[in-house]
């Protein structure tokens, strides 16, 4: 055989490998939950509302000393995470947890990390208790929000 033959053969042989394991890339990693999704799906409308009470928590974290006075700030700042971005959320618990770690949201940012670190299957009984979590956070937050925006407006 001729060596610009098996050149050719290789070349041609090579791309063909290359495209095959490109679209079993692209299949498996359309699946794959990215660091930058939200960990909770939200509805556009709600979304407002958590950006808001997302740049209220910043300020006041920015604002603070890093001790337990800060505590609600950051926790409410992870926790509105959960609708933006996974791993904001991860680093605001992250940094709770090593700030303050006596604190009283030390175990629930525990849970949180343990959560949002885990790639566990969303099981069909899974998916139903996060749902339920997702309702649940998100009612706790717009409530805090709404509570916020009535003390501003009484002041």
């Known amino acids: 055989m ?33 660091p930058s ?12 509302s958590l950006h808001a009470l997302a740049r209220t928590q910043e300020a006041r974290m920015k604002g603070c000393p890093k ?3 800060c505590e609600d700030a950051y926790y409410t700042r992870g926790l509105v995470a959960l609708f933006e971005n ?10 709770l947890r090593t700030t303050m770690p006596n604190g009283r949201y030390a175990a629930a940012s525990a849970r949180w990390l343990y959560l949002l670190q885990t790639s566990s299957s969303r099981s069909s009984h899974n998916a139903v208790l996060l749902d339920q979590l997702r309702h649940e956070v998100l009612h ?16």
């Open 37 to 48: 999704s939200a960990y909770f799906a939200v509805d556009t409308s709600e979304l407002k």
């Open 2 to 34: 001729n060596y610009h033959v098996i050149r050719k053969i290789l070349s041609i042989w090579l791309l063909f490998t290359i495209s095959i394991w490109g679209c079993a890339l692209t299949k498996t990693s359309s699946s794959t939950i990215l």
């Open 140 to 155: 706790v937050l717009l409530d805090r929000e709404e509570v916020t925006v009535s003390r501003h407006m009484k002041d």
């Open 86 to 95: 996974r791993a904001d959320a991860i680093n605001t618990f992250q940094e």
């Open 67 to 69: 001790s337990t006075g």
